[in-house]
């Protein structure tokens, strides 16, 4: 079994704790023009083996080398450190868009982000951004604004307020139910973001890279969130991406071309960068398991389950989260010692967190797919209204058991029994079917068009639209013999 890859969720919350050690110190702050403190580099040292496995694992290889290549000569502009070697740059294996630092000098980009890009000032765009929030110490600021957040911390707020509203409950209960672990990360302010990419584009501008990349980089992101939104029928387009934790690319893509304008600059290297990344996983790594359409299938882990019409899943390194409007859950596991009764009254009482107790009204057996299943639902008070919390829990082995907890408003939890009842053990067979997509980076020749190229993305729907999005093509924008160009194709 893969642990690493599929671990117990409530481990993020460990990890938050440990992570607000860097911030919580009474120290002054050091000044935006200050380079990296003993101290910061002690946290950052300490905090990131932990993030790397939050969020997949440190990619190794040529990818990474690159992306730490650049990443470090982008860092150096900043005047935070005086070597490439202040700089910790890592290219981690996330099918989520994100990017994130932490202080110290560590700086972390996921592989799916990386395929948005077109070129490499974009990639020193995204990079330089993150170094901005190490050298003006945004973290620790926002830290100091409001104790309770850490670097993975803030988690309440992302949870529905219409849902769970704001007590103490709710701030609890999000820690361990809403979104994949990835998500949990500092939500900086809007004048944060907006310093970041001003930042951003002074470091490029010293690069000698075009400025106007981290106004194009933006803007892809802004169109992947809504092409996100529209596929999966959400309502809006503010999780799951990099909008998550850097709030509103869209409304910042004219302030940073603003900002570019008349400034020196040129330098893109489409086609190298192009190159470089030619055969990068796109989306789910099977080893994290893969999410189609409405079912989730996971090759080693020898499993997979079917979310509820009307609910779209994010797949992170520790579990599976299945978001609608009508409830929210998510797939993880925890120890198990062959008692499934005893498994799933811990999981209520992790839900609870300290000095809070959840009891289940009864537990109940049974057996789904030829699997031994223990459940549960407690009615928690939140505030004025009520919620119905639900532990679903399945023995796989003796030792290995997964389960699912969710939450909905009282008396709607049965919005989940399907999806409850599909889960099922695959056969080694099904198994060997799973194979993930991949970028192909290839070259335009004479008589291919958008649509003719968009015909080979390995999707059944939006395939124009996802060629669009992912070579920052506007509508109507038609290709050129010799360009080179991304698609989506399946291969090991």
Avoid at 39 to 46: I, K, L, P
Avoid at 306 to 312: K, S
Avoid at 428 to 454: F, I, N, Y
Wanted: glycine share 10%; proline share 4%.
């Amino acid at each position: 079994m893969n642990t690493l890859k599929f671990a117990k969720l409530a481990s993020a919350g460990a990890m938050a704790v440990a992570l607000s050690g860097c911030l919580a110190s009474g120290a002054p702050i050091p000044s935006a023009s200050a380079p990296i403190t003993q101290s910061e580099a002690q946290q950052g040292a300490e905090a990131h083996p932990q993030l790397l496995a939050e969020f997949g694992g440190a990619m190794t290889g040529p990818y990474a080398q690159y992306v730490e290549q650049v990443g470090q000569n982008i860092a150096v502009q900043s005047g935070l450190g005086n070597a490439r070697s202040s700089f910790t740059v890592s290219l981690v294996n996330s099918p989520i868009n994100n990017a994130f630092a932490i202080p110290g000098g560590y700086v972390y980009t996921t592989r799916q982000l990386v395929t948005l890009m077109n070129n490499e000032a974009e990639l020193a765009g995204v990079l330089g951004h993150e170094v901005a929030h190490v050298a003006a110490r945004h973290s620790q600021r926002r830290q100091q604004a409001a104790q309770r957040n850490s670097i993975l911390g803030a988690a309440g707020a992302i949870l529905s307020g219409v849902l769970l509203g704001n007590s103490g409950v709710g701030d609890t209960l999000s820690r361990g139910i809403l979104q994949g672990s990835q998500l949990l990360t500092l939500r900086f302010s809007r004048s944060q973001e907006l310093e970041a990419d001003e930042l951003g584009i002074q470091y490029l501008t010293r690069a000698g890279y075009d400025p106007m990349a981290m106004s194009t980089v933006l803007r892809s992101l802004a169109l992947q969130n809504n092409l996100d939104a529209q596929i999966q029928g959400r309502g809006n387009a503010t999780i799951p991406a990099w909008a998550s934790t850097h709030p509103d690319p869209a409304s910042r893509v004219q302030t940073a071309a603003a900002k570019a304008q008349g400034l020196s600059g040129n330098v893109t290297n489409r086609d190298t960068f192009l190159t470089r990344i030619d055969g990068m996983i796109y989306g789910d790594d099977p080893e994290q398991g893969i999410v189609e359409g409405r079912q989730f299938i996971h090759p080693d882990l020898r499993l997979s389950f079917t979310a509820p019409n009307g609910f779209y899943m994010v797949n992170g390194t520790r579990a599976v989260s299945i978001n609608g409007q009508s409830g929210k859950a998510q797939l993880t596991l925890a120890p198990y010692n062959g008692n499934l009764n005893t498994y799933v009254n811990k999981v209520f009482s992790d839900l609870a967190g300290e000095g809070q107790t959840i009891t289940p009204s009864n537990l109940q057996r049974t057996t789904v797919n030829g699997l031994p299943a223990v459940y549960g639902t407690a009615r928690v008070n939140n505030g004025s209204s009520q919620v119905d919390v639900v532990v679903f829990a399945y023995e796989f082995a003796n030792d290995r058991a997964y389960h699912f907890q969710a939450i909905t408003q009282a008396g709607k939890s049965n919005v989940f029994s399907s999806m409850f009842q599909s889960m099922r053990r695959i056969s080694q067979a099904e198994a060997d079917k799973v194979v993930p997509r991949k970028l192909d980076v290839v070259t335009v020749r004479s008589g291919d068009t958008v649509s003719s190229l968009a015909n080979r993305m390995a999707y059944t729907n939006a395939q124009e639209t996802r060629f669009r999005v992912l070579n920052g093509l506007s509508t109507g924008e038609t290709l050129r013999a010799g360009q080179k160009v991304k698609i989506v194709v399946r291969g090991n």
